[in-house]
């Protein structure tokens, strides 16, 4: 089965049967930390995390900034690319307003409602999607976001990385796979979509226990996880990480491994599960490596082009 000529259910599929249109996403910051840099678990974050939390290409919140000018400047940006891009086109974007730097719903309720509400009461905004970590889901919250779900809908983005208990103990993750599953049990009791964050090529991981975590979020619940995002691992400038691949501690997937994982990681998801990234970017002014991932084209084309060369689809049978 081909979505829109590609072998998987990508994100723009998706929205364009939902919505009949193209969505663009908008990448927001909500002004929170983390209980991996605050103190509460520990001071320095996971290991590979630069200082912008994981939201170093989101718009910033300051005290004059709040979320609508964020969308604003935001769309601001996107309207730019539109216009220089003459195969998209420019009528009527709709837009994914994003919370995405450090943890999303670390916060008081009072200030996640306030923060939430305007976003999802945007009038161009269709979707509100939030990044965080699943020990940070208290039942308040989670009624916040099911009340919000039923104005617009709602997607909770979790960030699992690994099912691998040793190499969660090395990330510094700081919460047991127990409590992601928990997670994703409660979210989906409030009918809101649960999008995984998976990264690909940590230390000490095996080409199989890679895709032993991909097929873990097929069947994790009674329906699995109903998006993913796949993630290369970036060696960020200034992280722990960093230091640990500085001293050969560690080497990096080649683009040709990358890609061939990405294929068989997607064979083993569902054909319902969304594709929302295949790649992911560092900064530039920040990426010590794999230098190749900076080449966003070529990834992408590589990729495509492995699909092709192994007729391979989303939802094939496949073991790893």
Sequence with gaps: ???NDKPYHSLDYEMKQIFGRKIYRLALDGGMTCPNRDGTLGNRGCIFCSEGGSGDFAQKLSSDFSVTKQIESAKSFVEKKIKGSSHIKAADP???????????????LPYLERLFTEAISH?????????????????????????????????????????????????????????????????????????????????????????????????????????????????????DLAFDY??????????EEYADLVVDSIRLLPPE?????????GPKNLLLAPEWS?????????????????????GETYAP
């Design 123 to 239: 009038p161009d905004v269709v979707v509100l999607s939030v990044a965080t970590r699943p020990d940070c889901l208290p039942p308040e919250t989670l009624s916040l976001l099911s009340r919000l779900n039923r104005i617009k809908p709602v997607w909770v983005e979790l960030g699992l990385q690994t099912i691998h208990e040793e190499t969660a103990r090395y990330i510094r993750r700081g919460y047991p796979l127990s409590v992601f599953q928990t997670a994703v049990n409660q979210l989906h009791q409030e009918n809101i979509p649960v999008i995984a964050h998976v990264i690909l090529g940590l230390p000490g991981e095996s080409r199989s226990m890679m895709l032993d975590t991909v097929n873990y979020l097929a069947h994790t619940g009674e329906r699995g996880i109903d998006g993913i995002k796949l993630q290369l691992l970036h060696v960020l400038k200034g992280t």
């Design 1 to 3: 089965m081909l979505w």
């Design 246 to 255: 500085e001293k050969g501690l560690f080497s990096v997937l080649s683009l």
């Design 294 to 314: 900076g080449n966003k084209r070529l990834v992408l084309n590589t990729i495509s082009k492995r699909f092709r060369e192994r007729k391979a689809f989303q």
């Design 94 to 108: 709709g837009y994914i307003a994003y919370f995405q730097s450090f943890t999303n719903t670390y916060g008081p």
């Design 273 to 281: 599960t969304v594709i929302h990234r295949i790649s992911g970017d």
